[in-house]
Structure formats: structure tokens, C-alpha cells
């Protein structure tokens, strides 16, 4: 049985957080002394810790701080009057694990309590959720080799085993919906609805009657009831895609409806019961959009029970090529011809461009490439003209060198190489044509092969595997 430290100066508010907490069927400890409620921490191990301050504000930081000095794990829950963002913040940054308003609701430090003991199972079971368990981590339809993709990787198979709601963040185009779809599939609500909600495109007119439903006769034109995304989502997973898109008045609803899993459709009157998991998202930071009051603070403690970043294609170059294969392969059929392969000049400039657009991106420019290519293998000149520009054509730094000289050798030994190249793949090796095309003797074109080390039937690509 779980065991709660209660730590609150006023005694009316421990005798009520103590009821509700024994109701709820945990132990509880109370003090209105935080000296002794250190001690109880440092002697009676407690799972999760309600916190209050004596003045609500920067008292309740402190007091923070020093329980996570002492045990950085432990899920400390806040309860504050007249809170403002700044101190939200601050209290999210210190490690506070959810943050409640007084007055407050039973059903709010319930939920915030069962949620504290669901994230203390994900991370303290030792038993399947062990990180040694997933050492060689794989996520069905998710391509990644990468140290940054197999940490996203395990938190996900951990996650999927339990019911806890998931808040995932990452830049546009890092594949948040597929990491959503994975923990739903590796769940158990698997052969449920996964139902997507994508709070950028859906119309503000619309929005409320797509996701609560609405009556016969509701509104001019609804002709007769119909179902809401809730309601289809019921037994399986919401995942709300860009949740800091949504209006705040409708992220005050659905707060409630994931708080006590009821909801009323537009112009109805009886109640609606729902059971599912929701998974949220946004390529926001998060607390920053609390911040700016793009997202409810409420809403987002009720959401981010385990959070999970996802890393810029940037940060994770060591799949680049993994994925060039899987795109390929994907969409070789589309092109006029077989692709066989890509050349390695059109592999390192993919590997050298930063990806602003993440996966989608680079998704996108194999589609095109294969689209655009002249023969079996994807070349540099079929690359999207953006990446083409991007590419950098010199391997050596020339302000390495010591000299101005020797900086002009590096650049002209580069440049003469590249050229020739270039000029024995545009003229499938004819040294009378690429002399003609050049405007220079077959005795120079003859002496700068031989000084860059080139053949004249040097094609240069790499097989697809």
C-alpha cells in the first residue's frame, strides 16, 4: 500500500486531504511542522507528498526545493492560493509533480494522487518495465538506431504498459502521431478505436460538436444526433495532436472530461460516460506555452503524467541512412524506373543538411527524388534544389591551412576534382567532349585526373541494400 506525507500549517485542510486520501485507499502521515515532516521523509519513506506553504508563494518553493534535495524522485504535489505563472513554472522546474489550486475539487487530488502512483509504478517496477529488458528496444513501423531514438524507444514500451496518460513534445515533423500510435498498439486498449484529433485543422465553429457530439436540433443544420471523437474514442486512446492549438475554453472542458469521464454532447442533457487513455501533443515547449496562456497549467499537469521529448532529425543523424533506405524502398514503386541505389555525393549531402522539417522533410525529399531521377540510382542533381544548395562542397577547412597558398591548393585540388566528376558523369566518360564542353585540352583534363586520383569511369554510387 502507497503511504502519503501530508504538509500543511492549517489543520482544517490535513483532516480533509487525510480523509480523502484513506478513502482513496492509501496510509497516510500528516504534520503541519515541516522540521518533523522532514524527518518523517527522511525515516518513514513516503511514496508521494502533499505540499502547502505557509504563505502559498515563495515558502512553498523552498520548502520544494529542500524535499528534493533530499529525495529527487518523490512526487511532490503543490497546493497553492492565487498561483501565477511565474511560480507555476518555477515549481515545474524545481521537479513539483502537479500543481493544485485551493479551493480545490475531491476529484482533482484524487486523480492528481492516482496519477503520482501510476508514474511511480513506471518507474520503479522492476520487474517487465526494466530498462534491461529493452536493451536492443524496437518499435513496430518506427525506424531508429540512435542513443536519442532508443531512449524515446524504451519510454515508450515502458508507457504502453501502463494507463497512464502520455504528453509528447518535439519539433514539427519528428513523427509525434506514429510515437502515439506505437504506445497505443503496444497497449492493451490495442484492438480498441485510436482515435486522432487534430486541434489545428478542425474549424473553431466546428470543433466542440466534432469532439462532444452533438443533439438533433442542437444548432441549425443538425438535422439528427450525432457522436463526438470522445465517444469514439470510448475503451480505446485520444490522441490530441497540437493540444495548445485548442481554444481555452474548450481545453477547461476537456479537462473535466478526462477529470471525471463524463460529458454532455451540444444540446444534450443526460450524461455520457467514457473510458479512454489519452495521449496529447504539441511541437511547442510546454511550459512556455503555460506561460504564454496557450495551454491551461491544469490541463497540462493532468496530461504530462509521463512526458516524452522526441529529438530533431539533427540530433539523431545516425538514422539518416536507415531511414533514406526505408523511404526508398517505400516509394521506389512511384518512379519511372527501378531505383537501385543512391550515390554517395547525394548521401552526404542528405546526411549534411540540418532537416528544419524533421522526418516529414526529409520523407518528402526521397518521394521527389525518386520522382525526378534519370536512371536506377538517386543522384546529387536529384535532390530538392534546397538541399543541393545546402550541400558543402569542400571536405578539408581551407583556413586550416598556414598559408594563403596552401588555403588556394586545398580549394583548387577540391574544385578540380569535383569538376571532372561532374564532367565524366555528364559525358559518360568522353574526354573529346568533356575537352570540348570545358573548353580545355584533353593534355589538361589528362594531368587533373591523374593529380585528383579519378578514372574515367568512375561512377560512384552505392548499392541499395
Given at each position: ?50 505540499l502547502s506553504g505557509k504563505d502559498s508563494g515563495q515558502d512553498c518553493l523552498e520548502r520544494l526545493d529542500v524535499i528534493k534535495s533530499i529525495d529527487p524522485d518523490i512526487p ?191 444540446g444534450g442533457s443526460h450524461l455520457i460516460s467514457v473510458d479512454f487513455r489519452v495521449i496529447a501533443a504539441t511541437n511547442r515547449v510546454p511550459e512556455k506555452a503555460v506561460e504564454e496562456n496557450k495551454l491551461r497549467k491544469d490541463l497540462y499537469y493532468r496530461l504530462n503524467v509521463v512526458p516524452i521529448k522526441l529529438p530533431a ?153
Open positions: 500500500m502507497y503511504t502519503v506525507l501530508l504538509i500543511d500549517d492549517k489543520v482544517d485542510i490535513l483532516v480533509e486531504h487525510s480523509r480523502l486520501i484513506v478513502k482513496s485507499g492509501y496510509e497516510c502521515l500528516s504534520t503541519k511542522n515541516f522540521h518533523e515532516a522532514v524527518a518523517l521523509l527522511r525515516n518513514s519513506s513516503p511514496d508521494v507528498i502533499f511532490v504535489i503543490l497546493f497553492c492560493e492565487k498561483a501565477n505563472v511565474d511560480m507555476v513554472v518555477k515549481a515545474m522546474k524545481l521537479g513539483a509533480f502537479d500543481f493544485i489550486e485551493i479551493p480545490f475539487d475531491e476529484s482533482s487530488v484524487i486523480s492528481s494522487l492516482q496519477d503520482a502512483v501510476r508514474e511511480l509504478e513506471l518507474n520503479h517496477n522492476p520487474s517487465s518495465c526494466s530498462v534491461a529488458n529493452y536493451k536492443n528496444v524496437r518499435l513496430p513501423d518506427v525506424i531508429g538506431e540512435s542513443p536519442a531514438f532508443k531512449n524515446v524507444a524504451r519510454r515508450v514500451l515502458k508507457v504502453a504498459e501502463t494507463e497512464a496518460n502520455v504528453f509528447i513534445s518535439g519539433e514539427s515533423g519528428t513523427g509525434k502521431e506514429l510515437i502515439a500510435k506505437s504506445i497505443h498498439n503496444l497497449s492493451s486498449r490495442r484492438d480498441e478505436p485510436f482515435i486522432a484529433v487534430d486541434c489545428v485543422s478542425l474549424p473553431p465553429t466546428l470543433i466542440e460538436s466534432e469532439l462532444f457530439g452533438y443533439e438533433k436540433g442542437a444548432f441549425s443544420g443538425a438535422i439528427k444526433s450525432k457522436p463526438g471523437l470522445l465517444e469514439l474514442a470510448d475503451g480505446g486512446t485520444l490522441f490530441l495532436d497540437e493540444i495548445t492549438e485548442l481554444d481555452i475554453y474548450l481545453q477547461a472542458k476537456l479537462l473535466r472530461v478526462i477529470q471525471e469521464r463524463q460529458f454532455r454532447r451540444v532529425l539533427r540530433e539523431r543523424k545516425e538514422d539518416i541512412n536507415l531511414l533514406v533506405n526505408y523511404f526508398m524502398e517505400k516509394y521506389k514503386p512511384i518512379g519511372r524506373q527501378l531505383i537501385k541505389g543512391i550515390t554517395r555525393r547525394a548521401l552526404k549531402a542528405l546526411n549534411g543538411y540540418r532537416w528544419p522539417g524533421n522526418i516529414r522533410e526529409l520523407q518528402n525529399a526521397i518521394e521527389q527524388s525518386i520522382s525526378m531521377a534519370e536512371k536506377q540510382i538517386i543522384d546529387f542533381e536529384d535532390l530538392p534544389e534546397n538541399i543541393m544548395r545546402n550541400q558543402v562542397l569542400f571536405d578539408d577547412n581551407p583556413v586550416e591551412a598556414e598559408s594563403f597558398k596552401e588555403a588556394k591548393d586545398k580549394y583548387l585540388k577540391q574544385f578540380y576534382k569535383m569538376y571532372m566528376k561532374n564532367m565524366i558523369k555528364k559525358h559518360n566518360g568522353n574526354i573529346s567532349e568533356i575537352a570540348r564542353s570545358a573548353e580545355i585540352s584533353r593534355g589538361t583534363i589528362y594531368k587533373i585526373l591523374e593529380e585528383s586520383n579519378i578514372s574515367e569511369n568512375d561512377t560512384d554510387f552505392l548499392q541499395l541494400n
